[in-house]
T-cell receptor, first 113, second 113 residues
Framework: TQLLEQSPQFLSIQEGENLTVYCNSS?????LQWYRQEPGEGPVLLVT?????EVKKLKRLTFQFGDARKDSSLHITAAQPGDTGLYLC?????????????FGQGTTLQVKP | EPEVTQTPSHQVTQMGQEVILRCVPISNHLYFYWYRQILGQKVEFLVS????????KSEIFDDQFSVERPDGSNFTLKIRSTKLEDSAMYFCASSTAQGSEAFFGQGTRLTVV
């Protein structure tokens, strides 16, 4: 069974601080996606990483896919209150690549002004 | 910007009743999915659908569940006889190809009483 474990589960920081969220698995994924979810809404796609070692930047957010494609990280520089939310990683988990996504349990980020 | 839309946003039903959750995927997408998220838990895969048939389903997706694409735009999830434990947010998602980026709707909150 493929599992994705995120850490930390909760993070409360002050505005301006940097942070890193980790997404780890013992399984290899051909791609991994990061989503952000607001309360009562659906996950919103932030980025997809597909190549081992790949680094993608989205403004102050930096995403990295591990060389072995078993783990990923999300680094936020100079966090702002608007970054507050639930961050989810999800890997392709389908047998035969049906598009099924396996989700981590999420990291709840609170950025205090 | 194209988006996945779901109706209703909130459904309250009595235990044992049938419910149909509706989704309109993004128009040029070919792969469709249902996920659910019980309050405080992970987003869980239910089923993937392509070319008018189920391509993969999870253990959760038992005989009480069914999916249908009744016309060219709608994608529905039916629960025949709801149980208390079916209470959750149900998310529809769609993608252009197998394993490509999935876009989620805003969800339907199902409450079984």
């Amino acid at each position: 069974t493929q599992l994705l474990e995120q850490s930390p589960q909760f993070l409360s920081i002050q505005e301006g601080e940097n942070l890193t969220v980790y997404c780890n698995s013992s399984s290899v994924f051909s791609s991994l996606q990061w989503y952000r979810q607001e309360p009562g809404e659906g996950p919103v796609l932030l980025v997809t990483v597909v190549t081992g070692g790949e680094v993608k930047k989205l403004k102050r957010l930096t995403f990295q896919f591990g060389d072995a494609r078993k783990d990923s990280s999300l680094h936020i520089t100079a966090a702002q209150p608007g970054d507050t939310g639930l961050y989810l990683c999800a890997g392709d988990g389908g047998s035969g690549n049906t598009g099924k996504l396996i989700f981590g349990q999420g990291t709840t980020l609170q950025v205090k002004p | 910007e194209p988006e996945v839309t779901q109706t209703p946003s909130h459904q309250v039903t009595q235990m044992g009743q049938e419910v149909i959750l509706r989704c309109v995927p993004i128009s040029n997408h070919l792969y469709f999915y249902w996920y659910r998220q019980i309050l405080g838990q992970k987003v869980e895969f239910l089923v993937s659908f392509y070319n008018n048939e189920i391509s993969e389903k999870s253990e959760i997706f038992d005989d009480q569940f069914s999916v249908e694409r009744p016309d060219g735009s709608n994608f529905t999830l039916k629960i025949r006889s709801t149980k208390l434990e079916d209470s959750a947010m149900y998310f529809c998602a769609s993608s252009t190809a197998q394993g490509s980026e999935a876009f989620f709707g805003q969800g339907t909150r199902l409450t079984v009483v």
